[in-house]
T-cell receptor, first 113, second 112 residues
């Protein structure tokens, strides 16, 4: 099976712009989660989607949003970008969510200038 | 406060030695404790995971030890190899609630 695929790999945006990141989960996986990784804060949970519904949400401002499509593919959007949003954004999928093993993609590296 | 504290921040071990990384948690509702390995430029990869009804789990050279009363768990890498050099993260989760709460990571270097 192909792993979790994230596009694009790298992205450079200007402060105030918005950005959309894409994630294709492992075939058959219905849960998709997003995490932000920074040197200072480490890995932090953004949100989880299961069968097109947001099931859990981390402690991030409303500028961070996401959605999941009927084929389980997911997108994450960040509006009004700030310098502090520069990070590696990781998508992970699992078959059921809950405590099922989480499989990560290689991430999208977002740089905000 | 959901938090997982990981130590040490960095670790250097000789080839063939035992690498030990420790984590402590506060939330007693956590019921799933995975360890992830991350290489530069890659996403974290699941190594091994344990649930609180088990005190130890071994998979190859990797062993998790779990102490429920002390709210601590640790990763032991036996016969450490240069290819094990990576950043290791412990994590914890509470069933279907929230996502994984990660430790800050341990940068492990295995010297040949």
């Amino acid at each position: 099976k192909a792993g979790v695929t994230q596009t694009p790999r790298y992205l450079i945006k200007t402060r105030g712009q918005q950005v959309t990141l894409s994630c294709s989960p492992i075939s058959g996986h219905r849960s998709v989660s997003w995490y932000q990784q920074t040197p200072g804060q480490g890995l932090q949970f953004l949100f989880e989607y299961f069968s097109e519904t947001q099931r859990n949400k981390g402690n991030f401002p409303g500028r961070f949003s996401g959605r999941q499509f009927s084929n389980s593919r997911s997108e994450m959007n960040v509006s009004t970008l700030e310098l502090g949003d520069s990070a590696l954004y990781l998508c992970a999928s699992s078959d059921q969510g809950d405590n099922s093993p989480l499989h990560f993609g290689n991430g999208t590296r977002l740089t905000v200038t | 406060q959901q938090q997982v504290k990981q130590s040490p921040q960095s670790l250097i071990v000789q080839k063939g030695g035992i690498s030990i990384i420790n984590c402590a948690y506060e939330n007693t509702a956590f019921d799933y404790f995975p360890w992830y390995q991350q290489f530069p430029g890659k996403g974290p990869a699941l190594l091994i995971a344990i649930r609180p009804d088990v005190s130890e789990k071994k998979e190859g050279r990797f062993t998790i030890s779990f102490n429920k009363s002390a709210k601590q768990f640790s990763l032991h890498i036996m016969d450490s190899q240069p290819g094990d050099s990576a950043t290791y993260f412990c994590a914890a989760k509470n069933g279907g609630a929230d996502g994984l709460t990660f430790g800050k990571g341990t940068h492990l270097i295995i010297q040949p």
